[in-house]
């Protein structure tokens, strides 16, 4: 079996690791950074492709891992270079956080091009993408699904199938606008404990002991205290899936003003040029000290 990946970038990198070292056969790798795509070519022994043909043409498998419905869209364009050129029997499985729509849009595209496709939304981060632990949600058809699954298997610890093609996207949206919600929330409450002076060690092992309790606060509060925000997962793009959730909740009418609050604030990171920053960075907004001497350095 001959697996391919377009999009290297954080997760897609540690995918393509991860199952090289479980000796599956990734023959190929593309990115619009044909230097990222060089350089894990090398690494891993497989090809750096200057096409999205070239992927098709040299895998039965092609996993994308691309940041938004735009990128998606143009990988399967019908026009000029594409991934569905000579797409006959392949499967491609598509783990983007991306619209529902956009799932439903390319399984017909790919139908008509005598392929497959199945999502395979990634509930996790860079850790587990190099660790094989990844939680993965799964739709389309259930062919596709079995097709799929050995090496999903690979990546994932958890590999669930949620339904027909869209709903998988559905179910990731909400799941990361409401750990976007909890991030927000647990920032502005070590912001404020910090305010007020009180021991934020103390805070957070109180928090982790009570209602307060969550797993954001797990992964990120000790790095909202002490300012350490590498990125695992971006501002930028908790704000695109803030979007997409709001913009499901605007399709059945629905008003939900936590999210809408929360993506207000992430989109203040990007305006602020802290959108490449963790996703705990948004206690940069919400720290008296840090948002006073921003506003000072501002001025």
Do not use: W
Not at 122 to 146: D, H, N, P, V
Not at 190 to 198: F, H, Q, S
Not at 233 to 240: G, P, R, T
């Amino acid at each position: 079996m001959n697996i391919g990946f377009v999009g290297i970038g954080r997760m897609g990198a540690n995918m393509a690791r991860r199952l090289k070292d479980r000796h599956l056969h990734v023959t190929a790798v593309y990115d619009t950074n044909r230097e990222a795509a060089t350089k894990l070519a090398r690494e891993i022994g497989c090809a750096a492709s200057q096409d999205l043909s070239e992927v098709t043409a040299q895998s039965d498998i092609i996993i994308t891992v691309v940041p938004d419905d735009n990128a998606m869209r143009e990988i399967f364009s019908e026009e000029g270079d594409n991934l569905l050129v000579n797409a006959r029997g392949k499967l491609f499985i598509n783990c983007a956080t991306i619209s529902p729509q956009v799932h439903v849009d390319l399984e017909k595209l790919a139908k008509r091009a005598g392929a497959q496709t199945l999502e395979a939304c990634m509930a996790s981060s860079i850790t587990q993408a190099r660790e094989g632990s990844l939680y993965l949600m799964c739709a389309g058809s259930k062919e596709a699904f079995r097709n799929g699954e050995p090496i999903l298997k690979e990546l994932g610890s958890t590999v669930r199938f949620v339904g027909q093609s869209g709903e998988a996207a559905k179910v990731k949206a909400l799941v990361n606008m409401v750990m976007n919600i909890n991030t927000a929330g647990l920032a502005e409450g070590l912001g404020l404990g910090a305010a007020l002076g009180v021991d934020l060690e103390m805070l957070r092992k109180v928090f982790s002991q009570t209602g307060a309790a969550s797993r954001v606060l797990e992964t990120d509060g000790e790095d909202m205290q002490n300012r350490e925000h590498s990125c695992f997962f971006s501002a930028a793009h908790a704000a695109k899936d803030s979007g997409i959730a709001l913009e499901l909740a605007r399709s059945v009418g629905l008003d939900l003003p936590l999210a809408g609050a929360t993506k207000q604030q992430y989109d203040q990171m990007i305006a602020e040029g802290l959108g490449e920053l963790d996703k705990s960075g948004i206690a940069e907004l919400t720290f008296k000290d840090r948002s006073a001497s921003r506003q000072k350095a501002a001025d």
